[in-house]
């Protein structure tokens, strides 16, 4: 769906786990491409009233007509109750369910790459799972690729370890690519930015 100006703003969850334990981990990577979409713009995070999360209100885009205006999430909750905090976003902000994104980790994607897709299932993660449980899967989905654990590592435990130090070297190159393409399908519309960077 094709936002126009005047219309309520799109609402950017990045997902992953609180707290400096976690914030290299695999499974935090939502943090890290919201965490650069918040600097773009210039914003801090700040705690979002009563919502479980942290935002900031921000525009992409040129200045303009063509400019959206976007809430970028952190949910302060653990990756698997990222639903509540989310849907008290949404409503705050009265946004559209198909003017949510998740931001979030995939497995079943090569590392650093990226699909973007609008519903379906949760394939397993536990974000996506407690966001489609609170308010339905229409929302749309920026996959960001961590490839499979090597041997027989459990996965909990794959995702809950940090980057690989050859993974690192290119980490900020995909999180930077990844910003992009949640920006695109803001401005552009799915098809478009599914066009340039599903990979």
Do not use: C
Request: charge should be positive.
């Amino acid at each position: 769906m094709q936002m126009t100006e005047g219309a309520g703003p799109w609402l950017v969850v990045g997902l992953g786990n609180p707290g400096p334990g976690y914030a290299g981990n695999r499974h935090n990577v939502g943090f890290m491409v919201a965490d650069l979409l918040a600097g773009r713009a210039g914003g801090s995070f700040k705690r979002a009233g009563r919502a479980q999360a942290q935002v900031v209100e921000a525009r992409v885009g040129p200045p303009g007509p063509g400019s959206r205006r976007v809430v970028v999430a952190k949910p302060a909750s653990y990756m698997n109750l990222s639903g509540g905090p989310v849907s008290a976003l949404r409503d705050f902000y009265k946004v559209p369910v198909e003017q949510v994104v998740a931001i979030h980790d995939e497995l079943d994607i090569d590392y650093g790459a990226l699909r973007l897709k609008l519903g379906g299932g949760d394939n397993g993660h536990n974000g996506l799972k407690s966001m489609t449980k609170a308010m339905g899967p229409g929302y749309h989905r920026v996959r960001f690729g961590i490839g499979r654990p090597p041997g027989r590592m459990p996965v909990a435990d794959f995702v809950l370890k940090d980057f690989s130090g050859a993974e690192r070297k290119e980490l900020g190159y995909f999180v930077d690519r990844a910003a992009d393409a949640v920006e695109a399908l803001v401005l552009e519309g799915l098809e478009r930015a599914q066009s340039t960077y599903n990979s």
